[in-house]
């Protein structure tokens, strides 16, 4: 029986179709790096926080289809930090961390396995060349690493290794693997945009990437995830 990863999380993960191309989220550019019995039921949504998502019913959606042995990535920071926005807010030490033990609680009563993913970071870099740490996700990766070791939940921090990818990359290179795009590229977005948040095809791809090999230093079951040829 194939192994079914269901991940729960916001735009940076999303499953895009052509009505947004060429913008692409984690969710799909993982599947280049997975075990060839490994399949992906995507559930990140546009916008959303842990406590939209939930309050949305998207965890009971999950919750109603995993499997024993199934694997529940969850993904959220972006979304939760809106602070003027009740709809989505949560703070950090509190309501955030609330929520995310939902998540697991989901996970471990279907037994299934819960894994904390980080947010990427933000492509806002300051003249020195480093990214700006006040376009950053403030407490929200502290905040889900602590959790995680309290409940013993695999962790894998994408913030820092997205921020170190970034920081190699250098301003200039990285722009093309966020949606900033010039006025006539692409129809969807024919005016173009600046957008250092949201993804195109080869920056999924090279976060994914991230995730993978997140997934193989966490060794056991979760390196079984990844395919073999994968480093």
């Not at 194939?2 to 179709?17: C, E, L, P, R």
């Not at 950053?136 to 894998?156: S, T």
């Not at 301003?171 to 900033?180: G, I, L, R, V, W």
């Amino acid at each position: 029986m194939s192994s079914i990863i269901y991940w729960a999380g916001d735009s940076t993960v999303k499953t895009n179709d052509h009505t947004t191309y060429p913008q692409t989220g984690i969710g799909q550019g993982i599947g280049l790096y997975l075990a060839k019995d490994v399949l992906v039921k995507n559930h990140a949504e546009n916008g959303r926080s842990t406590k939209s998502f939930i309050d949305e019913s998207r965890l009971a959606a999950i919750y109603n289809d995993l499997r024993e042995g199934d694997f529940l990535f969850i993904q959220f920071g972006h979304n939760d930090s809106k602070s003027k926005d009740p709809e989505r807010y949560t703070e950090p030490f509190g309501t955030y961390q609330e929520n995310l033990e939902k998540f697991v609680n989901v996970a471990r009563n279907r037994k299934a396995h819960p894994v904390f993913i980080s947010s990427i970071c933000r492509r806002w870099f300051l003249e020195d060349g480093s990214l700006d740490p006040d376009k950053m996700h403030g407490d929200y990766p502290a905040a889900m690493k602590a959790l995680a070791e309290q409940l013993e939940v695999p962790y894998i921090d994408l913030t820092a290794s997205s921020k170190k990818l970034l920081e190699s990359w250098g301003a200039k290179a990285s722009e093309s693997h966020f949606m900033n795009l010039e006025a006539g590229m692409y129809p969807n977005y024919p005016e173009g945009q600046v957008d250092n948040t949201h993804l195109t095809y080869s920056g999924a791809v090279a976060f994914a990437a991230l995730v993978a090999k997140g997934l193989k230093d966490l060794g056991g079951i979760y390196s079984e995830l990844i395919s073999n040829t994968v480093k």
